[in-house]
């Protein structure tokens, strides 16, 4: 199950969209080595499409790395907040991504990141490959945080208390499953679908943050529990955190990267 457009926008309204860079953002040194990593992938030069933009931490990198970057969200909240750093090489649409109002081969690259969780990611991918010009790329990318550390436990926690609560429950397609996904519509997998390392760094976190993240359904895969479950499912993981770590506001060194997974366009794209 994915939220409906109207829940989608409604849960990125003016409070998210304050809190979004703070929860979500990457570091000023980290953030340009994105920026470069996904306007080298894309050639120099190219015009990219990215969809579910939000508040610009992958667009703005970006366009500073040279790239030229039109950014389409539903939020107008998210897009209000990024309008005010907007750059002349960046443009942005607001617009259902289910939805995309472009021409065939109007882009030479695509970029997702933590936003086909919140739509029929199979209906986006389909109209990107149809978007992208033959040649051209599509940028699967996403937060990758150490599964050992803390924060990794953490979520395992919250996997295993929803899997005990729910009766029944649809979790989003992770990244090897829209990989699959890409693949079988017809993209043309880069260095066989495996992720690559954009860059690695160290980040300072404590056990109350990532609670709070998960709570407030900045987290993937809250974001798809029904209000009553995430209640009852915080309380078990608040409980477990609790018996863990004495200090919950302390905070502890984790491992993170943002991580990516190419595919081009075939010549002989279906509709292409």
């Given at each position: 199950m994915h939220p409906s457009s109207d829940r989608l926008d409604y849960r990125f309204d003016d409070r998210v969209a304050v809190q979004y860079d703070a929860l979500r953002g990457h570091p000023p040194e980290v953030s340009p080595r994105i920026g470069e990593a996904i306007a080298g992938l894309a050639g120099s030069g190219?015009?990219?499409?990215?969809?579910?933009?939000?508040?610009?931490?992958?667009?703005?990198?970006?366009?500073?790395?040279?790239?030229?970057?039109?950014?389409?969200?539903?939020?107008?909240?998210?897009?209000?907040?990024?309008?005010?750093?907007?750059?002349?090489?960046?443009a942005l649409v607001r617009g259902d991504i289910?939805?995309?109002?472009?021409?065939?081969?109007?882009?030479?690259?695509?970029?997702?990141?933590?936003?086909?969780?919140?739509?029929?990611?199979?209906?986006?991918?389909?109209?990107?490959?149809?978007?992208?010009?033959?040649?051209?790329?599509?940028?699967?990318?996403?937060?990758?945080?150490?599964?050992?550390?803390?924060?990794?436990?953490?979520?395992?926690?919250?996997?295993?208390?929803?899997?005990?609560?729910?009766?029944?429950?649809?979790?989003?397609?992770?990244?090897?499953?829209?990989?699959?996904?890409?693949?079988?519509?017809?993209?043309?997998?880069?260095?066989?679908?495996?992720?690559?390392?954009?860059?690695?760094?160290?980040?300072?976190?404590?056990?109350?943050?990532?609670?709070?993240g998960i709570r407030s359904r900045d987290d993937a895969e809250s974001w798809v529990l029904p209000d009553d479950l995430l209640t009852r499912v915080m309380s078990r993981l608040d409980a477990f955190a609790a018996d863990h770590w004495s200090d919950l506001d302390s905070t502890h060194g984790v491992r993170r990267r943002f991580v990516y997974s190419l595919f081009r366009v075939p010549d002989n794209r279906p509709g292409g």
């Open positions: 190219a015009r990219i499409l990215e969809v579910g933009v939000g508040t610009g931490r992958i667009a703005l990198p970006t366009v500073s790395a040279g790239g030229d970057v039109v950014g389409v969200d539903l939020s107008a909240e998210m897009l209000r907040a990024l309008a005010g750093r907007e750059q002349p090489n960046l289910t939805r995309l109002p472009f021409c065939s081969n109007a882009f030479d690259a695509a970029v997702c990141v933590h936003v086909l969780h919140l739509v029929d990611s199979r209906t986006v991918l389909a109209d990107l490959l149809r978007m992208v010009r033959p040649g051209g790329v599509i940028v699967l990318g996403r937060d990758w945080v150490d599964p050992a550390s803390f924060a990794g436990a953490l979520r395992n926690a919250f996997r295993q208390a929803v899997v005990d609560l729910a009766e029944s429950i649809d979790f989003p397609t992770g990244a090897r499953g829209l990989v699959q996904q890409l693949s079988e519509l017809g993209g043309e997998p880069v260095y066989n679908g495996e992720e690559q390392v954009a860059v690695e760094w160290q980040t300072a976190l404590s056990p109350r943050q990532v609670l709070d």
